[in-house]
């Protein structure tokens, strides 16, 4: 199989060859990691922040919270049954394209500024999305609800001191009830992919369920995965 760094150098000069203005890759998305996306088999890092990683975690009102999880996850149902239009803005270190993406065509609601203004990543590129990220900041959105250690800073290996979890229930509850980003009440079950990463909350309005028909009675929807 073709490396991604040369696949992603073959399709560069294949659409410059093609088109004089900004590459384009549109299609379905699938969120990967809160900033970034696969399209066709091609992995694109939005362009102008970055999010905190899958796997990384911040505290909040004193335990452990997968914020890196919730950012994939905002991103997902940002772009849900969306056309995604992304336009190229180089390559990025490890081969994936960088890009700038927009929902539904060219003037389109943009994906990139709005990750930063709904508190899912920093802004890497000043002053590219700075105010997005100074009012999330402000208004205490996403990641910035929390304690954190920066996305970079997490890749070099600093970590926080994070000593306490979410305590899993006792018994046969435990179905997960979790409130996405855009307030959409879903549970998971164990065995599914989001299951681990899933957190409750209950001053959220989170809660466990002792069964699936138990969750859906009480209006909570199955989660996709």
Excluded at 54 to 76: P, V
Excluded at 136 to 147: E, M
Aim: aromatic fraction near 8%; charged fraction near 20%; hydrophobic fraction near 45%.
């Amino acid at each position: 199989m073709m490396p991604l760094f040369a696949r992603a150098l073959a399709l560069l000069l294949l659409l410059a060859g093609t088109a004089p203005a900004a590459a384009e890759i549109s299609g379905k998305a699938r969120a990967v990691a809160g900033d970034r996306l696969e399209i066709g088999g091609v992995t694109l890092q939005l362009f102008g922040f970055d999010a905190p990683e899958r796997e990384q975690a911040c505290l909040r009102d004193g335990r452990r919270w997968d914020c890196g999880f919730a950012a994939t996850a905002a991103l997902a149902f940002r772009t849900a049954g969306q056309w995604v239009i992304c336009t190229d803005q180089g390559v990025a270190e490890d081969g994936a394209l960088l890009a700038q993406c927009v929902l539904g065509g060219l003037g389109g609601p943009e994906v990139n500024g709005w990750m930063v203004a709904a508190g899912w990543g920093l802004a890497d590129r000043p002053p590219l999305f700075a105010e997005a990220e100074a009012a999330a900041r402000a208004a205490g959105r996403g990641i910035w609800s929390s304690s954190f250690v920066s996305p970079a800073e997490w890749r070099r290996g600093a970590r926080l001191p994070i000593e306490t979890a979410p305590a899993e229930p006792a018994g046969l509850c435990t179905v997960k009830g979790s409130i996405t980003p855009s307030g959409e009440r879903v549970y998971h079950l164990p065995g599914g992919a989001f299951y681990p990463h899933a957190t409750v909350d209950p001053g959220r309005g989170e809660r466990w369920f002792c069964s699936e028909a138990e969750a859906q009675a009480a209006g909570w929807s199955r989660s996709p995965r």
